[in-house]
Nanobody, 123 residues
Framework: QVQLVESGGGLVQAGGSLGLSCAATGRTFNSYAMGWFRQAPGKEREFVGAITMSRGNTNYADFVKGRFTLSRDNAKNTVYLQMNSLSPEDTAVYYC????????????????WGQGTQVTVSS
């Protein structure tokens, strides 16, 4: 059984930064890539970014390019999402996911989901 456990969410002021992490556990875990999605109240879940575990290749949604950065630690089966220059529009529940590709990523490309972590950006 694979489990993805997010941590690092919380409340931050606009313009601030926040870091999220996602640790994957499970004896047979071997994901090609890990990604982040987010879902704001009343909105659909949307892709934020993804990173390949082997080479660290990344892809980001246009609305986070230049502000968010993905990294990974293969030894720990952990991915990180560093979020800078946050705005109230970034307020959402952020979900970690094991994904099968890093381009044209939809929820259909997800094998496993984390439980989500709340990020709230105050104005």
């Amino acid at each position: 059984q694979v489990q993805l456990v997010e941590s690092g969410g919380g409340l931050v002021q606009a313009g601030g930064s926040l870091g999220l992490s996602c640790a994957a556990t499970g004896r047979t875990f071997n994901s090609y890539a890990m990604g982040w999605f987010r879902q704001a109240p009343g909105k659909e879940r949307e892709f934020v970014g993804a990173i390949t575990m082997s080479r660290g290749n990344t892809n980001y949604a246009d609305f986070v390019k230049g502000r968010f950065t993905l990294s990974r630690d293969n030894a720990k089966n952990t991915v990180y999402l560093q979020m800078n220059s946050l705005s109230p529009e970034d307020t959402a529940v952020y979900y970690c996911a094991s994904v099968r590709r890093i381009v044209a990523v939809t929820t259909g490309a997800v094998d496993y989901w984390g439980q989500g972590t709340q990020v709230t950006v105050s104005s």
